[in-house]
């Protein structure tokens, strides 16, 4: 049986499973020359998948109703008539939502199982380590001493991305939604301070007081209130780095704020949002780093893996919600 996973109708505000629904095909799939048969073992549910649940531009079109939904995937060749792969290869790349799929090969990138466990290349070793090295490097350009704020710190990103500012010599703040994942930041991924906004009246205050001296490099994973109260301690040369938005991805009106052109002149500061595609030229150093402080016990990272393909709507909502600690996959 082939189970596959589609976009029943376009969410409006916040998605529900009503948008979802799983399709359950009892078929065989031929596979021709040149083509690979794949059996989906990870699934990986980000942020980014609610903008494209809508019809509205963006850097990548939009899902299509009524067809599968797709990401980044882990998947093992389980037949083969591609000479560049073999049966029991493990490949990742973005793929349909779907348990058995074929394959040309093409973009398909082989993981070794062996170096890393299979669902970490779908987070620190895969894009998530990536858009968290990236971003902070090429944008951030941090330098030893300054002052780094992480919003969605205790996410897939913002733990990776502290925890590279500490091996930087970065002072490291970090923003995240309960007081256990607060601590988390501080026990198990090194930050310095840590802030929770559900039980902090004043953002603004708190920010100042964890960064006494000024912020030099924001790390922007959630927008809304959370980064325009930021942007009160921003220094000289500040370098905003804006990587996801997710406080505001389910609003149906246009979301209003502090106006920030004030903020950036007044500091000669930087604001730029980027996707981590921007920096595909720079995979293999990123990678080959990652791995190395990796292998070294620099960096650490958590997972939440949801049990059962069937559940990755409902983990995709957790994930949006709030409910999890670190990259959120599925394990089909």
Not at 96 to 109: I, N, P, R
């Amino acid at each position: 049986m082939i189970k596959t996973i589609i976009l029943k109708k376009r969410p409006v505000g916040t998605p529900t499973l009503a948008d979802f629904e799983l399709i359950k095909e009892e078929k065989e799939l031929k596979i021709e020359e040149g083509e690979i048969l794949l059996e989906t073992k990870y699934l990986s549910v980000d942020p980014y998948l609610r903008g494209r649940m809508s019809d509205a531009k963006s850097y990548v079109p939009p899902f299509e109703v009524g067809k599968p939904i797709n990401s980044g995937l882990i998947a093992e060749v389980i037949e083969s008539k591609n000479d560049n792969f073999k049966k029991g290869d493990f490949v990742s790349n973005r793929l349909d939502w779907k348990t058995v799929q074929v394959s040309k090969g093409e973009g398909l990138q082989k993981v070794d199982p062996n170096k890393a466990p299979l669902s970490a290349y779908l987070g620190i070793v895969g894009m998530t380590g990536l858009t968290a090295y990236l971003g902070l490097h090429e944008i951030g350009k941090p330098k030893k001493g300054e002052t780094l704020v992480v919003s969605g710190a205790a996410g897939a990103v913002g733990s990776v991305v502290g925890q590279i500012g500490k091996i930087l010599g970065l002072t490291v703040i970090g923003i995240a939604g309960s007081d256990e994942k607060v601590e988390l930041l501080k026990s198990e991924f090194g930050f310095d301070h840590g802030i929770n906004y559900k039980t902090t009246d004043d953002m603004k205050a708190a920010i100042n007081e964890a960064a006494p001296n000024g912020v030099d490099i924001y790390f922007d994973n959630v927008g809304g209130e959370i980064s325009d109260a930021v942007l009160f301690s921003i220094n000289k040369f500040a370098r905003m780095i804006i990587c996801g938005a997710i406080s505001v991805y389910n609003s149906t009106e246009i979301p209003t704020g502090v106006s920030v052109q004030p903020f950036l002149i007044k500091n000669s500061a930087l604001m730029q949002g980027f996707i981590v595609s921007n920096y595909a030229d720079k995979f293999p150093e990123a990678m080959k780093q990652l791995s190395t402080w990796l292998g070294e016990e620099k960096l650490t990272y958590r997972e939440t893996i949801v049990e059962g393909f069937e559940n990755t709507p409902q983990a995709f909502l957790d994930m949006m919600a709030g409910n999890k600690k670190g990259k959120m996959v599925v394990k089909a």
